[in-house]
């Protein structure tokens, strides 16, 4: 353990994922209402059985939609919260169909939407095929859905493929689960086949970056796979551990999922994370990519601080990263559970569960670190990186950070009071059909204000309290000042248990009013519909950085009828109040089933010539 190697770097990358084990649990709440949407519905005539390498144009024509699945609504026994939780449930099945790119008809697609592709990533193969069963859907193997918006025509082009990882390739080849996954999936052949198996599936199934013409599958494990913008297509041939970004990333390192955009200068930021278990430390590695997707400095630039580091998101501003973490250490005893097969990885944290305070991490931007003095910066001892002691809190997402005009760091996120990693659940069952939501904190929507010069006190006001996740604001808007944030919602507000304890499902669509939380908006599906992360799209010649233009634009996500496995696309207008409220503007029938995902990016003006 005291030389660094690829196998103790791989311990320490599934340490990090300890956070997103409820990632999908940690879900939300908004109106009592629910209501019945008009939508087109587009089914081609050769849905099934694409193979992906006959990739070809097709087109397909609305029909009419079917509302039979809201028939027995009343008969169907729902949470608290609003949700069928049978339905919930069964949204964990594997999409079995690949469908090239493929134009489908939006009648209603707004005139004011803009072109460009809506991608989206996330887990779609949760069993292998001898049937060996994910054990966490963050096990399950990514899946691509790029979505590309003609407005001229009323016309979108519809793909979807599963990244070709090496570990997706050689399962479908053998036929088994030929790697195991860190939130404890196994593979095939019984108890002697997983001892010692540290070699966990890159499942790239976290979220999406396009930049430099080159699209990137992303999942914090490892390196990103390179996909074919309109294809979808990967050749893990030729790279078969992922993409090392041209040398930049060695074999130990790793890119993180939740990059950040730096709407000042137009540059993205991302992060890795590595722990090491013989000081442990964790070291975060800090990059910035200018539009060329080209490192903007060729010295190294990390930070190191005690503790294991459990991160998946971060966020910036002008002049700062911003990490905030609640203090853990590693479980040595879960670990060597881990080693024989006995135990998730993921579950390997010991977070202090008597903790009172969290641990804010300021670290400045690239531009203002010397060359040559920014590797290896020790947090407690280097001046430049800011620790600042705040109420305890574990946050799974932020929607957004900024600088006010007194300096002070503003940093608004989705958290809970406890730890809930879900991976202590029954192991005998995925842990979708083990979970009960309401042995789960429920989550909220906070905004932490934060002083770099520690002078004045850190305080955290209560924004939204039903249970937001998710949280999205428009790309020109990251880093800079924000009213609204997009998230998901529960179906209903509700009560939680008095032990504190309770959450539901994620089956509305928020918009989140920072500055006047009581004009906050929220639309609700029905009880079996849930809903994913939305993607800002802004309206045609809007500038949404000026004043009174920040929601000029519009939302785009999927929602999944899981009780009859059909998932449609929806489009909202956000613009003015009441707007959320009135309901989708289009709503599509997608041609497949496509399960609950993660995380997406809309790429305004990314079109292609069919």
């Excluded at 796979?225 to 990967?234: A, Q, S, Y």
């Excluded at 074999?251 to 278990?277: C, E, I, K, T």
């Excluded at 503003?410 to 979708?432: C, K, N």
Aim: proline content about 6%; some cysteine.
């Amino acid at each position: 353990c005291n030389q660094p190697s690829n196998r103790i770097r791989r311990i320490s990358m599934i340490l990090r994922f300890a956070l997103l084990a409820t990632s999908l649990l940690h879900v939300v709440a908004p109106t009592d209402a629910f209501f019945s949407h008009s939508r087109l519905v587009l089914v081609p005539s050769s849905a099934a059985a694409l193979t992906p390498s006959s990739v070809q144009l097709g087109s397909t024509s609305a029909t009419a939609p079917s509302e039979t699945s809201t028939a027995s609504n009343a008969d169907t026994k729902l949470s608290r919260s609003g949700h069928d939780h049978e339905a919930w449930k069964a949204g964990y099945t594997s999409c079995t169909e690949e469908m090239p790119p493929t134009l489908l008809d939006i009648a209603d697609l707004p005139d004011d939407f803009p072109s460009g592709t809506y991608y989206r990533n996330g887990h779609a193969g949760f069993e292998s095929p001898d049937g060996v069963r994910a054990r966490h859907m963050f096990d399950a193997d990514g899946m691509i859905l790029g979505a590309t918006f003609y407005p001229e025509t009323k016309q979108v082009l519809f793909r979807n493929r599963f990244v070709r990882t090496d570990g997706y390739v050689t399962d479908q080849e053998k036929g088994i689960m030929s790697r195991p996954g860190i939130f404890g999936t196994k593979v095939s052949g019984g108890f002697f086949k997983n001892l010692f198996r540290l070699d966990f599936k890159n499942v790239a199934n976290t979220h999406v970056l396009y930049r430099n013409d080159k699209l990137y599958a992303l999942w914090e494990g490892g390196w990103p796979w390179v996909v074919d913008p309109l294809t979808l297509e990967n050749d893990v041939v030729k790279e078969p551990s992922g993409h090392n970004l041209d040398g930049l990333l060695d074999g130990g390192q790793n890119f993180a999922a939740h990059y950040r955009y730096d709407s000042y200068s137009g540059n993205v930021v991302n992060f890795g994370v590595q722990l090491d278990p013989s000081s442990g430390a964790t070291s975060v590695d800090l990059w910035e990519f200018d539009e060329g997707m080209n490192p903007i400095r060729s010295d190294d630039v990390s930070f190191v601080f005690d503790g294991a580091g459990v991160i998946h998101d971060f966020c910036i501003t002008e002049n700062w990263h911003v990490f905030v973490m609640p203090p853990a250490t590693v479980d040595n005893k879960k670990a060597l559970l881990g080693l024989l097969g006995q135990a998730a990885f993921s579950d390997v944290i010991g977070f202090d569960r008597e903790a009172t305070e969290s641990t804010v991490y300021l670290i400045p931007r690239s531009k203002h670190l010397e060359a040559g003095t920014a590797a290896g910066m020790v947090a407690g001892e280097d001046s430049r990186i800011k620790t600042i002691q705040v109420p305890y809190h574990f946050n799974f997402h932020f929607a957004n950070a900024f600088e006010d005009d007194n300096g002070n760091v503003i940093i608004d996120s989705v958290l809970t009071d406890t730890v809930d990693l879900g991976t202590e659940l029954d192991s005998s069952v995925p842990v979708w059909e083990a979970a009960n939501l309401d042995d789960f904190s429920p989550g909220r929507y906070d905004r932490l204000t934060v002083d770099p010069n520690g002078i004045a006190a850190p305080t955290m006001e209560t924004i939204y309290k039903r249970e937001p996740e998710f949280p999205v604001v428009p790309q020109a808007i990251s880093g800079r000042r924000h009213r609204y944030a997009y998230t998901v919602g529960a179906h209903k507000e509700y009560e939680t248990l008095p032990n504190g304890k309770g959450k539901g499902a994620n089956g509305s669509i928020l918009k989140i009013d920072a500055e006047d939380p009581a004009q906050t908006e929220a639309y609700a599906f029905l009880p079996h519909e849930f809903v994913g992360e939305q993607v800002f799209c802004p309206k045609v010649g809007a500038d949404v950085t000026q004043p009174g233009n920040e929601d000029k634009g519009y939302i785009v996500t999927f929602v999944e009828d899981r009780r009859n496995l059909t998932t449609d696309m929806v489009l909202f207008d956000v613009e003015g109040k009441g707007a959320l409220e009135k309901g989708p503007v289009s709503r599509i029938r997608m041609p497949i089933w496509i399960p609950p995902g993660l995380h997406g990016a809309f790429v305004e003006g990314l079109t292609f010539d069919a």
